[in-house]
């Protein structure tokens, strides 16, 4: 398989913009669903008013961004895994440093929810408002659970990807679909694509970081958006999934599958123009500026959200009914709202996307430990998924991850500076040459690479 002879000594601008893009695309869509209602006999209930419109079904399938999150996930984690094991690190190493800078964030978020909703509980706030704030601000959590099990499969699935990888992601894509045939009948199984589905996403930014997608032509590139778009239009059009991508996602089938495919093609055709665009000055600091806080604010934006919708239902303030114009044109305002809530938020939490992360010289905990802190990681959020985020979950929750970063031990700071020291210090030397063969070009630095 061909390959640059060595990674690149600047960091895959393109991925940190298109990430970027996406989170911001995540937090303004979600501020344009996120709409509870006070009834007259005084419950309190949430719609979500882009989903209900008509015309929103076709636009969700240019705006579900989440299987991108996953391509470009698969591209950046394959290199980070490869750049580890070049350097003698271990998949139980690799599955540390992933856990660790995705739980901190997170344990921070579940600590501050239960202890904020437990005090709105003790001054007489409503159970059921309380618990309409728990399960609606929990629901980024989905994205943590399943991002996490793809990630910690990545050793395994590139030794896959190293000796078949199209064998692999045709594999993936099977399971995928023989969960879908069968979840009718078993409904508990369609979670299983949580795992299946998402994996074959990310093998799609394995064969990316491989440069398969960069041997294509415009024309086939364009060919294979077509293909998938059409067969995904015959899937749904014949009633074998829903037409609306955001009943596809939760749990996930083969549309998003499809969806990945179009997008990977599509990051790959717009990367010229896409590489212009990180390029400029400004555009590259606030990407970065944001890059380095953008879990954080995945985490936290539809908490803080919900959070100010739900103090707002207990005020005076103008309450448009969802939908109406008025509505509209507040959206602005919820944004804005939003964004300032989250300042505070990321000087406070934003640091520990920040901490210490694997390097190749350091000596991982033991497996046992990683291991045990994964279960004791997924055990509530299975729980959630199955059963729904309550108060007692969140608590519960944000003692397991507590305990699993205990169990995880800190990691040691990997040496940082420019561009061309990082990219120098990731270098196999010459006695590690034949780990896992050269490294691929544009080596990205996301906020979850360790």
């Not at 210490?356 to 729980?383: C, E, K, L, N, Y």
């Not at 979950?393 to 699993?404: E, I, P, T, Y």
Request: proline share 7%; aromatic share 8%; charged share 10%.
């Amino acid at each position: 398989m061909p390959a640059p002879q060595g990674p690149a000594k600047d960091r895959d601008l393109v991925i940190d913009l298109v990430r970027f893009v996406c989170l911001v695309l995540v937090v303004v869509s979600h501020c344009m669903m996120v709409s509870p209602v006070l009834h007259a006999d005084g419950t309190v209930t949430s719609e979500n008013t882009l989903g209900d419109q008509p015309w929103f079904e076709p636009v969700i399938w240019i705006f579900m961004v989440m299987p991108l999150f996953f391509v470009t996930g698969g591209t950046t984690g394959l290199q980070s895994w490869r750049r580890l094991k070049a350097n003698g690190g271990t998949g139980f190493e690799f599955a540390q440093a992933r856990l660790l800078r995705l739980v901190r964030p997170a344990a921070a978020l579940l600590a501050v929810m239960f202890l904020g909703l437990w005090a709105a509980l003790l001054v007489g706030v409503d159970p059921q408002v309380i618990q309409l704030l728990a399960t609606g601000a929990g629901m980024p959590l989905w994205f943590l659970a399943a991002y996490l099990a793809t990630q910690l499969n990545i050793p395994l699935l590139a030794r896959f990807h190293a000796r078949a990888p199209w064998l692999t992601v045709t594999g993936l894509a099977a399971l995928v679909v023989a969960v879908d045939c069968f979840r009718g009948a078993l409904p508990l199984l369609a979670y299983a694509n949580l795992v299946f589905l998402w994996c074959a996403v990310q093998q799609l930014g394995f064969l990316m970081a491989d440069g398969h997608a960069a041997r294509l032509t415009r024309s086939g590139l364009v060919g294979l958006i077509v293909a998938a778009n059409l067969l995904l239009g015959v899937v749904t059009g014949l009633g074998l999934y829903s037409g609306n991508m955001l009943v596809n996602l939760n749990p996930p089938n083969l549309c998003l599958l499809l969806l990945g495919v179009s997008q990977a093609a599509a990051l790959q055709l717009l990367r010229p123009g896409l590489g212009w665009v990180s390029g400029v000055r400004w555009v590259r600091a606030m990407v970065m500026m944001a890059g380095r806080r953008s879990m954080t604010v995945y985490l936290w934006h539809l908490p803080l959200l919900a959070a100010m919708s739900g103090l707002l239902l207990l005020t005076d303030f103008p309450k448009p009914a969802a939908g109406t114009a008025a509505w509209w044109w507040a959206r602005p305002l919820v944004l804005l709202g939003v964004v300032t809530l989250l300042l505070p938020v990321l000087a406070a939490f934003g640091r520990l996307e920040e901490r210490p992360t694997a390097s190749g010289h350091m000596r991982g905990r033991p497996a046992a430990a990683v291991v045990t802190a994964a279960v004791v990681v997924f055990i509530p959020v299975a729980d959630a998924a199955f059963n729904g985020l309550t108060l007692g979950l969140l608590g519960g929750g944000a003692a397991c991850f507590v305990l699993a970063i205990l169990l995880l031990g800190r990691m040691p700071e990997r040496a940082t500076g420019d561009a061309q020291s990082d990219a120098q210090s990731d270098a196999p030397s010459e006695r590690r040459r034949g780990a896992d063969g050269p490294l691929p070009a544009g080596p990205s630095s996301a906020n979850v690479e360790p």
